[in-house]
Protein backbone atom coordinates (compact mmCIF):
# COMPACT_ATOMS: atom_id res chain seq x y z
CA UNK A 1 0.00 0.00 0.00
CA UNK A 2 1.59 3.40 -0.69
CA UNK A 3 2.15 6.32 1.68
CA UNK A 4 -1.45 8.16 0.68
CA UNK A 5 -3.73 5.22 0.52
CA UNK A 6 -2.21 4.23 4.03
CA UNK A 7 -2.73 8.27 5.40
CA UNK A 8 -6.18 7.93 4.00
CA UNK A 9 -6.90 4.60 5.90
CA UNK A 10 -5.71 6.56 8.76
CA UNK A 11 -7.61 9.29 8.50
CA UNK A 12 -10.82 7.19 6.99
CA UNK A 13 -10.43 5.22 10.79
CA UNK A 14 -9.50 8.76 12.69
CA UNK A 15 -12.71 9.98 11.31
CA UNK A 16 -14.84 7.21 12.11
CA UNK A 17 -13.90 6.10 15.14
CA UNK A 18 -11.91 8.24 18.17
CA UNK A 19 -8.16 7.66 18.53
CA UNK A 20 -7.34 7.07 22.08
CA UNK A 21 -3.65 7.47 22.86
CA UNK A 22 -3.00 6.00 26.63
CA UNK A 23 -0.22 4.81 28.39
CA UNK A 24 3.30 6.53 29.35
CA UNK A 25 6.73 5.34 28.26
CA UNK A 26 10.31 6.54 29.46
CA UNK A 27 12.77 7.10 26.34
CA UNK A 28 15.72 9.54 25.90
CA UNK A 29 16.44 11.27 23.08
CA UNK A 30 19.51 10.60 21.39
CA UNK A 31 22.74 13.14 20.07
CA UNK A 32 20.65 14.51 16.73
CA UNK A 33 16.92 14.99 18.64
CA UNK A 34 15.67 11.83 17.50
CA UNK A 35 12.74 9.78 19.86
CA UNK A 36 11.81 6.37 20.25
CA UNK A 37 7.83 6.65 19.69
CA UNK A 38 6.28 3.47 21.33
CA UNK A 39 4.75 0.92 18.23
CA UNK A 40 1.01 1.51 19.59
CA UNK A 41 1.28 4.63 19.22
CA UNK A 42 3.54 4.99 15.97
CA UNK A 43 0.42 2.96 14.42
CA UNK A 44 -2.35 5.10 15.81
CA UNK A 45 -0.14 8.15 14.41
CA UNK A 46 -0.66 7.23 10.47
CA UNK A 47 2.11 7.52 8.45
CA UNK A 48 2.40 11.62 8.64
CA UNK A 49 1.56 13.51 11.48
CA UNK A 50 2.40 17.18 13.07
CA UNK A 51 5.08 18.36 15.45
CA UNK A 52 3.56 20.97 18.03
CA UNK A 53 3.73 22.92 21.07
CA UNK A 54 1.07 21.48 23.41
CA UNK A 55 -1.24 24.77 24.31
CA UNK A 56 0.33 25.87 27.06
CA UNK A 57 3.88 25.09 25.89
CA UNK A 58 4.90 23.33 28.14
CA UNK A 59 5.13 20.40 26.39
CA UNK A 60 5.68 18.81 22.79
CA UNK A 61 2.36 17.61 21.07
CA UNK A 62 2.42 14.79 18.11
CA UNK A 63 -0.92 14.96 15.85
CA UNK A 64 -2.28 12.83 14.02
CA UNK A 65 -3.04 14.62 10.93
CA UNK A 66 -6.67 14.31 11.11
CA UNK A 67 -6.70 15.70 14.48
CA UNK A 68 -4.08 18.40 13.82
CA UNK A 69 -6.47 19.86 10.78
CA UNK A 70 -9.49 19.08 13.43
CA UNK A 71 -7.68 21.81 16.10
CA UNK A 72 -7.11 24.06 13.08
CA UNK A 73 -10.42 24.79 12.35
CA UNK A 74 -11.54 24.83 16.04
CA UNK A 75 -8.62 28.12 15.86
CA UNK A 76 -9.94 29.50 12.25
CA UNK A 77 -13.29 29.69 14.11
CA UNK A 78 -12.12 31.89 16.78
CA UNK A 79 -11.70 34.52 14.31
CA UNK A 80 -8.27 36.49 13.21
CA UNK A 81 -8.96 39.96 14.36
CA UNK A 82 -8.19 39.04 17.73
CA UNK A 83 -4.65 40.49 18.76
CA UNK A 84 -4.14 38.04 21.91
CA UNK A 85 -5.34 34.98 19.65
CA UNK A 86 -2.99 36.00 17.04
CA UNK A 87 0.27 36.61 19.01
CA UNK A 88 -0.13 32.73 20.65
CA UNK A 89 -1.06 31.61 16.85
CA UNK A 90 2.26 32.97 15.48
CA UNK A 91 4.33 31.39 18.09
CA UNK A 92 2.77 28.04 18.16
CA UNK A 93 2.98 27.22 14.16
CA UNK A 94 6.08 29.12 14.53
CA UNK A 95 6.75 25.84 16.61
CA UNK A 96 4.51 23.53 14.58
CA UNK A 97 5.77 21.24 11.82
CA UNK A 98 3.50 19.00 9.56
CA UNK A 99 4.27 16.14 7.38
CA UNK A 100 6.26 14.15 9.76
CA UNK A 101 6.90 10.78 9.87
CA UNK A 102 8.75 8.34 11.66
CA UNK A 103 12.17 6.51 10.26
CA UNK A 104 12.99 3.21 9.58
CA UNK A 105 13.81 2.30 13.74
CA UNK A 106 10.41 4.02 14.52
CA UNK A 107 12.32 7.09 15.66
CA UNK A 108 10.76 10.64 15.32
CA UNK A 109 13.25 13.81 14.64
CA UNK A 110 12.11 16.47 17.02
CA UNK A 111 13.39 19.61 15.16
CA UNK A 112 15.73 21.75 17.10
CA UNK A 113 13.57 24.67 17.42
CA UNK A 114 10.84 23.49 19.29
CA UNK A 115 13.03 20.91 21.13
CA UNK A 116 15.13 23.85 22.44
CA UNK A 117 12.09 25.89 23.44
CA UNK A 118 10.21 23.42 25.42
CA UNK A 119 12.96 20.40 26.18
CA UNK A 120 15.88 23.27 26.54
CA UNK A 121 18.60 20.73 27.13
CA UNK A 122 16.57 17.75 28.67
CA UNK A 123 17.42 14.61 27.22
CA UNK A 124 15.04 12.07 28.81
CA UNK A 125 11.43 12.54 28.07
CA UNK A 126 8.21 10.77 28.93
CA UNK A 127 5.98 9.89 26.19
CA UNK A 128 2.26 9.91 27.44
CA UNK A 129 -0.97 9.08 25.82
CA UNK A 130 -3.07 12.58 25.93
CA UNK A 131 -6.51 11.39 24.54
CA UNK A 132 -6.10 12.92 20.86
CA UNK A 133 -2.59 13.06 20.81
CA UNK A 134 1.16 12.17 22.59
CA UNK A 135 2.35 14.86 24.67
CA UNK A 136 6.64 14.44 24.92
CA UNK A 137 7.66 16.25 28.33
CA UNK A 138 11.09 16.38 30.24
CA UNK A 139 11.06 13.88 32.65
CA UNK A 140 11.62 16.32 35.76
CA UNK A 141 8.82 18.64 34.00
CA UNK A 142 6.47 15.34 34.22
CA UNK A 143 8.33 14.39 38.24
CA UNK A 144 6.74 17.87 39.35
CA UNK A 145 3.90 17.52 37.38
CA UNK A 146 3.24 14.21 38.98
CA UNK A 147 4.04 15.70 42.31
CA UNK A 148 1.82 18.27 42.49
CA UNK A 149 -0.86 16.45 41.29
CA UNK A 150 -0.49 14.29 43.91
CA UNK A 151 -0.90 16.86 46.46
CA UNK A 152 -4.31 18.25 44.68
CA UNK A 153 -5.95 15.14 44.40
CA UNK A 154 -8.05 15.59 47.24
CA UNK A 155 -9.13 18.59 46.12
CA UNK A 156 -9.79 17.67 42.60
CA UNK A 157 -11.60 14.31 43.59
CA UNK A 158 -14.14 16.45 45.36
CA UNK A 159 -14.33 19.00 42.64
CA UNK A 160 -15.35 15.77 40.61
CA UNK A 161 -17.67 14.76 42.82
CA UNK A 162 -19.64 17.88 42.70
CA UNK A 163 -19.69 17.56 39.04
CA UNK A 164 -21.42 14.26 39.30
CA UNK A 165 -24.49 15.45 41.90
CA UNK A 166 -24.75 18.22 39.57
CA UNK A 167 -25.56 15.26 36.48
CA UNK A 168 -28.26 13.81 38.76
Not at 59 to 68: D, F, G
Not at 76 to 95: S, V
Given at each position: ??????????D???????????????????????????Q??????????C???????????????????????Q???????????????????????????????????????????????????????????????A??????????????????????????????
Amino acid sequence: MDEKATQAQADSRAESQPIRFIGSFNHSLDNKGRLVIPQGFREKLGETFCIAPSYDFQSISVYPTAMWERRNAQYEKLGNLNPALNRYLEQFYALSYDGQSCDGQGRILLPVNIRAKILQEERDVEITGANDHVRIVAATVSQSSWNDFRQQLPNLLDLIAALDQGDK
